[in-house]
Antibody, heavy 118, light 107 residues
Framework: EVQLVESGGGLVQPGRSLKLSCAASGFTFSSFAMAWVRQAPKKGLEWVATITSGGSNTYYPDSVKGRFTISRDNAKSTLYLQMDSLRSEDTATYYC???????????WGQGVMVTVSS | DIQMTQSPASLSASLEEIVTITCQASQDIGNWLAWYQQKPGKSPQLLIYGATSLADGVPSRFSGSRSGTQYSLKISRLQVEDIGIYYCLQAYSAPYTFGAGTKLELK
């Protein structure tokens, strides 16, 4: 059974940093691209970052480019999201997602809440 | 960026009714489209990928179709467990974009 378990969320002040983790199990982690998707309170879904299976290529939308960094440790089956220079508009539930093919995601974690506020 | 225009924004339907939700892509995305269902307080669940392929474990009353750059999700006989918010996702080119969502309620 595929499991994705996010951690590391919480309350953080604007301008500060936070690092999210996603522990994966139930599949060969190193064989699949992975991604982060977020959802602001009562809002829709927004793609945040994708990393290829080997970790050599990463992709971001303009809204987080230069501030967020996606990475992975295939030996630990863990995905990360380093979030720097956080803004109030980054407040959201962050989901870790496994790619089925390309950036079509087939499994999602339960999500972790990040609140950016002073 | 590719825009995904999803309609309707909300929909009220009766049990056993046929329901159709559409997403219009602003440019060609081939079959790089997926549909997700999200229930309150839960993470999204994959229903359809590749525009028309049914994900594992998804009931056969769900189906996806494509006509040019318009994509549709059809629920052939609405059940109570189908209530939730539905999203489309284009994965043809970054930035990957979701539709705004369709809230499906029981009449």
């Amino acid at each position: 059974e595929v499991q994705l378990v996010e951690s590391g969320g919480g309350l953080v002040q604007p301008g500060r940093s936070l690092k999210l983790s996603c522990a994966a199990s139930g599949f060969t982690f190193s064989s699949f691209a992975m991604a982060w998707v977020r959802q602001a309170p009562k809002k829709g879904l927004e793609w945040v970052a994708t990393i290829t299976s080997g970790g050599s290529n990463t992709y971001y939308p303009d809204s987080v480019k230069g501030r967020f960094t996606i990475s992975r440790d295939n030996a630990k089956s863990t995905l990360y999201l380093q979030m720097d220079s956080l803004r109030s508009e980054d407040t959201a539930t962050y989901y870790c997602a496994k790619a089925l093919t390309g950036s079509l995601f087939d499994y999602w974690g339960q999500g972790v809440m990040v609140t950016v506020s002073s | 960026d590719i825009q995904m225009t999803q309609s309707p924004a909300s929909l009220s339907a009766s049990l056993e009714e046929i329901v159709t939700i559409t997403c219009q892509a602003s440019q060609d995305i081939g079959n790089w489209l997926a549909w997700y269902q999200q229930k309150p307080g839960k993470s999204p669940q994959l229903l359809i990928y590749g525009a028309t392929s049914l994900a594992d474990g998804v009931p056969s009353r769900f189906s996806g179709s494509r006509s040019g750059t318009q994509y549709s999700l059809k629920i052939s006989r609405l059940q109570v467990e189908d209530i939730g918010i539905y999203y489309c996702l284009q994965a043809y080119s970054a930035p990957y974009t979701f539709g705004a969502g369709t809230k499906l309620e029981l009449k």
